[in-house]
């Protein structure tokens, strides 16, 4: 059917064509100009005509109004058939929208309902198919190789009427565009025909239609459907190739989507058309870890073709999907001693989850009046060393003084926490410790956090004074209220504080006096694990709503200020409702906390889960009630949470323990120890 | 469609024979170059206008273009704020400078006509008997004087594109808002620029096609719109300004019936059409009403009235309203991912006594 239809419309514009001249020259009352010129726009016209049964109009249901800063327009959009039963390619652009329902409609005027098949994330495409009983008319393809830049061609689409497709007329005006995925024309492009193809002089297709940001690749907001659709009828636009679409077809139906496809690694800072493309890191378990690549190497060939700069790797790896293979040849070493591996890399999708490295060291806390008086030695001591941790297999012992990470150099926790960051955990470190005025360097391979609560005697208690039980009975609630808000939080301080405490934010309920029993049972607890308890009162009678974040976001940075709180060991809790929304502002809000506790509650369902971030990581303790019903749901939120990054401790309960407001013994006690883990290293 | 093709195609070959000794004829008999494309675009330019009026704040241009339409000297152009001044002067190719009496206008078009005070004076004129229609595919020339570019003696500026599309002006709502509604010349050129409205679109004959509008932004795109009016849709109306009568057109112009069928009409409850394009959702349907007879049901999405695609709430009530409720209408529903016809009879005699918009009228 192709091969017949290419011919007939081979035929069909040169007599179009040859006709139009004959009739030019025919007419002699009027001043006929440019007839070669004249000719080939009628030819394209009537090329045009040929590949309009192929072009179909798509209309779209629902879905957002505005995506970014750009608002979609309601009118019809244009795709293009690429197999008979009733596959149709059309741009990304076009359904950024996410629209609930979409209609096309077929060459002979019906409408039908059509599915989304797939995205091709590099192309940015979207494979529709529709049901169909007649074969669909599929135009006729221009090899890739005989495209030529300056060709005449026509941009087209089914937008304006159904009945007829509208035409705009350019030339191919760049080849490879895009790190070499889309073909460039000057003809105006527009939501007018996006998704619709590149015609040539015989109405064969070239490419389809669709906006792409002309920037750096990778860069932020590259990846979005209207990206680039701000260069519309510009002169500049782009068409994804036929060829590629239709090699590419088999494989798209099969897989839905096709994803864009990375390598893991941080190349060498500098012009991307100047510079070579070393390796400056390598993401663990990522592609590039996997075919063991190593920090340093030079990627010198992909697929046998020579790579010399960043922007031609680029080139050679752009248009590959995730779960494409590439062959790539590195040099590793300098000099004589430089030699040519040849490796075997799978493209990923993503990337997984950072996951912080850790060592195993609880360091000792600075005693806060120490800061002050004296200058304590570089370095931190270790105050437990956490079981079966690396460090513990490395033989770190209780008042070991860490004074090096790598080559790092550590005076202070927070240094030391830095210094970790750019870790990943499973990397070989060299720690360098100070035992007995003697420096010792200790072999460690870095290890995922832990998830386990350790007992209170392996947390490494430090130094108490004797009057802490003396005074427990007769501290003070403080009030912190907030200007503009009605609602407040009660605190507890512990009765003695020698090091920076911890906070526990907890999201307490409307009735104070239950508010306060609650605090008071948390009292030995405080005291022992050395943190601060803060029962916040939701606004309104009827609970905790998404309305309070703001005040819960206001108040954590008071009361850290206000009792000179540890920032690695400041959380927040909640119960059912309350721990959703406590789950939902740690992990939205980065930085301002270093965990959330939560009781029976699963992750709000309106939550879009983001990574774990190497700055700011975030723990959760989540503790489900026996044979409750939300049990599933936190199992798998917890799955889901762990899979992307972060630590999540779980446990159960017996029964809802919350009576008179107050907290089962057992609960307790493993918040507060889980807390009191929390400064890790 | 196949089929038909071959059986012309020997045909077609016999005239492919004879056309390429034609063209080989015409390549040797003249230049195939631009050059031969300059008497025909000075000859158009001589008919196109700078005209200068009022206005000159940000982004209100005190000028635009005009066409003129008769050997009395009679102008076509944008009916817009550059003419609210009893200053409006004409200056021709040429640099000839006319001061000029307004004619009239038609409200509906958008479009004035002038008449330039010539005396004695002549000028060349597009015969508005000679304008030819267009089609989607041709090449164009839009001439205008877009962003006041042209002064004094200077001929209006040229644009070369082809005509993209010929479709019903889709203008989005607010500020750019038009009044006619029927067909306009699409054109790939960025012709509808500051300055351009009022200019003339030609083909390469220099036989005028339409006049360039004001600039637009399309509902259907979201994007600035490039178009022309055809002088099908304003020559009529012209003629009569400039004979001295009212502007006869209506062209464009919806007529709404007597009794237009409504939501209530029909018995039908949309989901409340919160957004600017809420899907057309059936939440409701009241019993024994039209809408219950036909068999529509609750979260049937309305795609289609009468044959009219509808992709909001407000798209289904404008599409109702165009209908005379004693017609009935023609729905097209999507119901559980099938497309579903339906056809929703006019309502029955005691509804009709009662065509008020209280569906709740239930008399047994």
Known sequence: MSAGFRRAARLAVLCWAIASLASAVARDSA?????????????????????????????????????????????????????????????????????????????????????????????????????????????????????????????????????????????????????????????????????????DLSGRV????????????????ESSEVAGAEYYDSGIAFAAPWEHVLAVLPRWIEAGDLQRGVLGVGLKDGPAHATPPEVTSIWPRSPAAEAGWKQGDVIIAVDDQPVV???????????????????????????????????????????????????????ERPA????????????VVVRAVWPESPAAAAGVKVGDRV???????????????????????????????????????????????????????????QPQGDEADANAANREFAEVKLPQFSQAARVLAPAKTTTKPGLLLWLGTTDVDA???????????????????????????????????????????????????????????????????????????????????????????????????????????????QNSPFSMLIDRDAQRLQQAGYPVSQASRRGSAARDGRLDNTVQELIARWLDGLDRI | MTNNRKRHAPLLNRCSALAITLLLAALSARPA????????????????????????????????????????????????????????????????KFSVEFVGSDPVLELAVLQLQLGEQEVDWFDLEDAAPAVPGEPVLAVSNLYGIAAGDEPASIMQGVVTAVAPLAARRGAFQANYRGEVYVVDAHANNPGAAGGALVDWQGRLLGVLGKELKSRVTGAWLNYAVPVDAWAESVEAIMAGRAASSSSGLELAPDEPTT????????????????????????????????????????????????????????????????????????????????VVAAPTETDETAPSDAPADEEQ
């Not at chain 1, 008086?373 to 370095?379: F, I, M």
């Not at chain 2, 057309?280 to 009468?306: M, R, T, W």
């Not at chain 2, 009530?317 to 099938?338: H, P, S, T, W, Y």
């Open chain 2, 33 to 96: 170059t631009g050059a031969t494309a300059s008497p025909l675009i000075r000859d158009v330019q001589r008919k196109v206008v700078k005209i200068y009026g009022a206005g000159g704040l940000r982004q209100m241009e005190s000028y635009q273009s005009g066409i003129l339409v008769s050997p009395q000297g009679h102008v076509v152009t944008a009916l817009s704020y550059v003419l609210d001044t009893d200053d409006v002067a004409v200056v021709l190719d040429d640099g000839r």
């Open chain 1, 403 to 461: 004074t090096a990470v790598g080559e790092t150099e550590i005076s202070t926790t927070a240094s030391a926490v830095t210094a970790l960051t750019s870790q990943y955990a499973g990397v070989d470190i060299e720690l360098t410790v100070v035992r007995d005025d003697e420096p010792l360097t200790l072999q460690l391979t870095t290890e995922d956090l832990p998830t386990e609560v350790l007992a209170s005697d392996q947390l490494g208690r």
């Open chain 2, 263 to 342: 939501l209530a009409s029909l018995g039908l409850v949309l989901v409340p059409n919160l957004l600017a394009c809420t899907p057309p959702f059936v939440d409701g349907i009241v019993p024994a009403s039209p809408a219950s007879d036909a068999g529509l049901k609750p979260d049937d999405l309305i795609v289609f009235v009468e044959g009219e695609p509808t992709v909001s709430c407000s798209d289904v009530v404008a599409a109702l309203a165009r209908i005379d409720r004693r017609d009935g209408a023609r729905l097209a529903v999507l119901r559980d991912g099938e497309l579903v016809d339906v």
């Open chain 1, 206 to 221: 070239l490419g389809v239609l669709t906006p792409m940001a002309p920037g750096m690749t990778g860069a932020a907001g």
């Open chain 1, 515 to 625: 508010n306060r029993e609650f605090a008071e049972s948390w009292q030995t607890l405080m005291d022992r694990d050395q943190f601060v308890l803060a029962v916040a009162e939701p606004r309104d009678e009827s609970g905790w709503t998404g309305d309070d974040l703001e005040f819960l976001s206001r108040m954590l940075p008071v009361l850290a200020s206000q009792y000179g709180v540890d920032p690695r060991r400041a959380v927040i809790g909640g119960e059912g409702k309350a721990g959703q929304l406590a789950a939902a502002l740690a992990l939205q809000s980065r930085g301002q906390l270093a965990g959330a506790a939560t009781l029976a509650a699963p992750l709000p369902r309106t939550l879009t889960l983001r990574d774990n971030a190497p700055g700011a990581p975030l723990a959760l303790l989540m503790i489900a009630t």
């Open chain 1, 31 to 199: 001043p006929v100009v440019d007839d070669v010129a004249l000719a080939e726009q009628r030819a394209l016209a009537a090329a045009v005509d040929h590949v309009a049964e192929a072009v179909v109009q798509i209309r779209t249901i629902g879905g957002l109004e505005q995506v970014d800063d750009t608002v979609l327009a309601q009118g019809p959009t244009t795709g293009v058939v690429v197999r008979s039963d009733g596959y149709i390619v059309s741009s990304s652009f076009n359904f950024a929208q996410r629209p609930s329902s979409i209609l096309v409609r077929l060459p002979d005027g019906s409408q039908a309902p059509a599915e989304i098949v797939g995205r091709d994330e590099n192309l940015m495409l979207v494979l529709l198919k529709v049901e169909t009983d007649d074969p669909l008319p599929v135009p006729s393809s221009r090899p890739l190789e005989e495209i030529r830049v300056g060709q005449r061609v026509a941009a087209v689409g089914r937008t304006f009427v159904a009945e007829r497709v509208n035409t705009s007329v350019g030339v191919v005006s760049a080849l490879g565009r895009m790190h070499g995925r889309v073909l460039q024309t000057d003809a105006k492009v527009s939501a007018a025909n996006y998704g619709g193809p590149l015609v």
């Open chain 1, 368 to 379: 806060v009046a120490d800061a002050e008086t004296e200058d304590p030695p570089a370095g």
């Open chain 1, 309 to 363: 700069s960043q922007t031609q790797l680029r080139t050679a790896v752009v248009p590959k999907y995730a779960g494409d293979r590439l062959r790539v040849t590195l040099r590793r070493g300098a000099g004589d001693q430089a030699k040519e591996l040849n490796t075997e890399i799978t493209l990923a999708a993503e990337l997984p989850p950072f996951q912080q490295a850790f060592l195993g060291v609880l360091p």
